[in-house]
């Protein structure tokens, strides 16, 4: 299962199309709007989501609710067309009173962007490499999240830290598979612990007076994985190499550990890796998860545990120097319409491209073609695991 998406920040619309889909999923267009609401939400975020109010349209692909294995289209409309009709047309000329962006912001793509391409208005590079994209990403991920609630996975996210605002969490590596849906859901930064959410909006306060931005960290979270989906055998099978890919392709996210992560580096082996065990009920059992779930780039069968670090913003409300690309002097960057942080709505992002490689990963082992034979697939695969624990 795969996506690819097109569309402006300040385009018409955004789409995806997502190939390699099963026949027979049961899609539901208000639970990927539910998901786009989430991408939009979140404490700190700037006045472009009051503009928008993301509503998914499938086009394709589905046919009275269900998936018919051709390839799905999803299109999500941009409301802020209406005010940018002139300046991003696809066609004619440029409008008279036209402001090209020629102050490039340190930290976003501006400068290298227009550089590599030759162009003398950084418009063309940030339409594109602002992470408005996501919200196609988030759409498209709709159907990988079906496709694994059907098989029993749940992927979910929270954040951990916003500046130097913490959740100190106790044990979170084999405590955080339980923490609340709702808890988080209704944390306004996505943080399940009441006291670490108000301390990150009082950072966030802090930091938008100042005009300045901040990242944070987040870990997503998958349950219900079965033993042995990705693969050792190539470097291209391994679900490490896959996910870490998959979230680093996200704009601004600049660290991915998996399970303790960095803090296995610092500790003796006895103390890292997650004793074998073998219980009467649920066969091969592990009496922790420092791995975060994966060992040789397959999972465990435990919880998937990945932590996940956003830098600041690059857009600041007091802006850096830069120098201007037509007159080559030296001025402060632009101001770009901005969040101060979106460290929340990052985590839902990453929710959706972990959710597209589980979703490949499964497709491969237990077949591509129709929901009732993967499920098959994947009853027949969970007794053979047990019989080999008996
Ligand atoms: C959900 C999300 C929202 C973002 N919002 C903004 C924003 O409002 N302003 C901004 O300058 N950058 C924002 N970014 C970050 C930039 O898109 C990113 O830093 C830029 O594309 C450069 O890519 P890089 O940071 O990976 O080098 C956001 C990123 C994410 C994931």
């Known amino acids: 299962m795969r996506y690819l998406t097109a569309g402006e920040s300040h385009g018409s619309c955004l789409t995806a199309i997502v190939e390699g889909v099963p026949a027979g999923l049961k899609i539901s267009e208000s639970q990927i709007n539910t998901d786009l609401a989430r991408r939009q939400s979140g404490y700190g975020r700037g006045g472009r989501q009051k503009i928008e109010h993301d509503v998914v349209q499938v086009v394709s692909g589905v046919r009275f609710g269900r998936t018919t294995g051709a390839p799905v289209a999803l299109i999500v409309r941009n409301r802020d067309w209406e005010n940018w009709e002139e300046r ?28 590599k391409t030759d162009t003398d208005d950084c418009r063309n590079i940030l339409e594109r490499a602002s992470a408005r994209e996501t919200a196609a990403r988030v ?30 969490e106790d044990d979170p590596l084999m405590r955080a598979p339980d923490y609340k ?8 930064v996505r943080c399940p612990d009441e006291a670490a959410t108000e301390a990150m909006k009082a950072a966030i306060d802090r930091a938008k007076e ?28 391994r679900l490490t190499s896959r996910i870490g890919g998959a979230l ?4 601004a996210v600049k660290g991915v550990e998996f399970g303790l992560g960095f803090e296995a580096a610092r500790r003796p082996g006895s103390r890292v890796h997650d004793p074998i065990g073998l219980d009467p009920q649920a066969g091969f059992v592990r009496a922790s998860n420092n791995a975060g779930g994966l060992e040789g780039g397959m999972t465990t069968g435990m919880p998937l545990i990945v932590t996940v670090a956003m830098k600041p913003i690059p857009t600041l409300m007091t802006p850096l120097s830069t120098v201007n690309l037509d007159t080559l002097e030296a001025e402060e960057a632009s101001k770009e319409r901005s969040d101060t942080c979106a460290v929340p709505a990052c985590a839902v992002v990453a929710e959706s491209e972990v959710a597209f490689v589980l979703a490949e990963a499964y497709l491969e082992k237990f077949g ?23």
């Open 139 to 168: 759409a498209a991920a709709g159907i990988a999240r079906e496709f694994l609630a059907d098989l029993g996975v749940e992927v979910f996210s929270y954040v951990t830290s916003i500046g130097d605002a913490r959740f100190e």
């Open 368 to 390: 591509r073609d129709a929901m009732v034979d993967i499920k098959a697939a994947l009853r027949a695969y969970r007794q053979r695991l047990k019989t080999m624990a008996r």
């Open 248 to 251: 680093f392709s996200i704009p």
């Open 88 to 115: 991003m047309a696809p066609f004619g000329g440029p409008p008279s009173d036209l402001k090209r962006e020629v102050t490039p912001r340190p930290g976003h793509a501006d400068l290298v962007g227009a550089l």
């Open 210 to 237: 100042a005009g300045e931005s901040l990242g944070g960290t987040f870990r997503v979270v998958a349950t219900g994985l079965v033993p042995g989906v990705g693969g050792y055998a190539t470097a291209g099978d």
């Open 181 to 188: 849906p709702l808890a988080i859901e209704t944390s306004e």
